[in-house]
């Protein structure tokens, strides 16, 4: 028994994470297959291949493909499930959840309403039969700016169905948030949370605009901060979550190494991190992955990967005395875990 026991056995949560791009490879291919979706890809050996990407321009591309391959209420449900038994298998406690509704409204014909009904159908099975507990942050596309109100509208009105926050994605570059402040301010007002992507593809500007445009609570992302020591210092100053996500940094060539990774510089410098997937199986990683990552290449230990997972709780929109709950827990089982497998 070693580290990736404690790791794949201890609770974790999750906060950066694609729903789309986390369906499963071989749910992909059953859905295009059902669906009439044509895939450059026939096999998982194929898929592997599609899920090697030249730049950012590339990876949205796929996306986008994968994102056509469902059709139905049913298909919605059927992959929030599949979500839901991922994290199970990871020991993922809670999770919050990007979903992309207006691409699927536009592929689909389908009114928001159901397709929302479809992955609520899901969550709530993955629930019953798992345990775990996931929510939904609901994610402009940035390249559609016209998109953006009547998602923001679309989530204020959902915040009984699972909805806690509103999300900006999608290409960074030539899409500041600053226009995107109305569809934020709109959502804010109905009590919703701010997380746009930040800092990933455009540097620190960036994540400037989404605090003071769009008065972003987390960043998704947010690395490129580290350009900028203002910005570092404002972000360690006030304990401003960043969602960071290193393989996905990899994959889509924000960095060059692991080792050239800015994850444990801004860690050192006291900075809220939390570890986070992105689009799992689009980089060939999972969030146990990500914690083994860290470990080799960043020398985090057992008690820094505690703090990490304790950080993602922390920075969740879970209410305060869930925190408290959950966080009195993890803590007993970290001890538990400590003791049966490193000891
Ligand atoms: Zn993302």
Redesign the pocket.
């Known amino acids: 028994m070693g580290l990736r026991d404690f790791v794949a056995a201890m609770p974790k949560v999750e906060l950066?994470v694609?729903l789309e791009g986390s369906i499963r490879p071989a749910t992909l291919l059953t859905l295009a297959r059902r669906n009439g979706v044509s895939l450059p890809a026939g096999d998982l050996e194929g898929l592997r291949a599609f899920y090697r990407f030249a730049d950012f321009d590339h990876f949205i591309r796929v996306y986008m493909l994968i994102s056509s391959c469902l059709k139905t209420p049913a298909d919605f449900g059927l992959v929030a499930y599949e979500f839901g038994a991922d994290m199970a298998r990871q020991n993922i406690r809670y999770a919050e959840v990007?979903f992309s509704p207006h691409t699927h409204v536009a592929y689909t014909g389908l009114p928001f309403d159901e397709i929302l009904a479809g992955l609520n159908d899901g969550r709530a099975r993955a629930k019953e039969d798992f345990g775990i507990d996931f929510a939904w942050v609901l994610d402009i596309v940035r390249d559609d700016p016209e998109t953006s109100y009547p998602v923001a509208v679309w989530a204020a009105n959902s915040r009984d169905e699972g909805v806690v926050a509103l999300g900006l994605?999608g290409t960074e570059r030539g899409h500041p948030p600053q226009g995107f402040a109305d569809a934020f301010a709109l959502a804010r007002e109905a009590g919703l949370h701010s997380v746009p992507?930040a800092g990933e593809v455009a540097g620190p500007e960036s994540v400037w605009s989404a605090l003071r445009a769009l008065g972003a609570e987390r960043i998704?992302?947010g690395v490129r901060c580290v350009e900028d020591p203002a910005l570092v210092a404002y972000l360690a100053e006030r304990q401003i979550p960043l969602e960071v996500?290193p393989t996905?940094n990899l994959c889509l060539g924000v960095y060059p190494s692991y080792a050239q990774h800015p994850f444990r510089a801004l860690w050192d410098r006291g900075l809220h991190l939390t570890a986070n997937s992105?689009?799992p199986p689009m980089f060939n990683t999972d969030l146990v992955g990500e914690y083994m990552a860290l470990s080799e290449h960043m020398d985090f230990d057992a008690p820094a990967l505690e703090r990490l997972s304790l950080n993602a709780l922390r920075a969740s929109f879970l209410s305060r005395s869930r925190k408290q709950e959950m966080a009195d827990t993890f803590r007993n089982e970290f001890r538990d875990l400590r003791n049966q497998v490193l000891a």
């Open positions: 950066h694609h990007t994605g992507h998704g992302h996500c996905s992105d689009d």
